[in-house]
């Protein structure tokens, strides 16, 4: 799955697509889902912050939107064409969400070791995703929310996230016009997990672990010093 990634830009003015108006947060190496942030997506007119999370558009109240927010940071691409929580958005409202890497954990015995996982041949990945846009019935203010789409993971995800063996969508630039413009059965075909090669990979430090550090922190992309197994990780995946 996907619950946490980083934006952190080193050339914002390169930025792909129509991302260059958007706001890129600072700092932005550790995001987690479950704070629900503000995050660039694209769509098919334009850039614009959203918060990570969807809310139906069908949801009526606060109490059930905070509840189906909790588990809807991921849709699998293979069922959310027939999940109510995920259909509309799917059907209507694809987008792209950037990323400069995002993280994962490999299990070994009971311990989690944390990876960051980035692309080996660009600045940027753009995850496939969907929208929808929920109006407080309190405020009446609209909310725009998204979900980065999920896919069966790839020979080197398999190894990093040993267990339930998924990673995010990663839509090539080439496509991005294809998943933002096309038809949602079209759409099928670009879910697809990306050759192991376009990704990279290191161990990143076990702090990562526990929610009671701040950990959006540059040590967050850091590699460990455990020069061997980020070693033996790398000649593992190519």
Not at 54 to 60: A, D, F, R
Not at 135 to 143: A, F, H, N, S, Y
Not at 193 to 221: C, F, G, M, T
Request: charge should be neutral; proline fraction near 7%.
């Amino acid at each position: 799955m996907c619950f946490s990634y980083s934006l952190k830009s080193q050339k914002p003015t390169q930025l792909p697509l129509d991302f260059s108006p958007v706001m890129i947060p600072e700092p932005g190496f550790f995001l987690s889902g479950f704070h629900h942030p503000q995050l660039p997506i694209q769509h098919a007119k334009g850039a614009e912050m959203a918060q990570w999370g969807l809310i139906p558009s069908w949801v009526k109240s606060q109490s059930k939107a905070q509840e189906l927010q909790k588990l809807s940071l991921n849709a699998r691409w293979e069922t959310a064409h027939e999940k109510p929580m995920f259909r509309q958005a799917w059907n209507q409202n694809p987008c792209l969400i950037l990323a400069s890497g995002f993280f994962e954990w490999q299990t070994q015995g009971k311990a989690k070791i944390p990876h960051f996982i980035y692309p080996s041949d660009a600045d940027f990945f753009l995850f496939g995703g969907i929208f929808d846009d929920f109006v407080d019935p309190e405020t009446g203010e609209l909310i725009r929310t998204y979900s980065i789409l999920t896919t069966e993971a790839n020979e080197m995800m398999s190894h990093i996230h040993n267990v339930k063996k998924r990673m995010p969508v990663i839509i090539d630039l080439k496509n991005a016009d294809a998943w933002l413009n096309g038809r949602a059965e079209h759409r099928k075909s670009l879910c697809l997990p990306v050759p192991s090669e376009k990704l990279h990979a290191y161990e990143v430090s076990k702090e990562l672990n526990s929610v009671k550090v701040d950990r959006n922190q540059a040590w967050a992309i850091e590699p460990t010093q455990n020069k061997h197994n980020n070693l033996v990780l790398s000649l593992q995946l190519k």
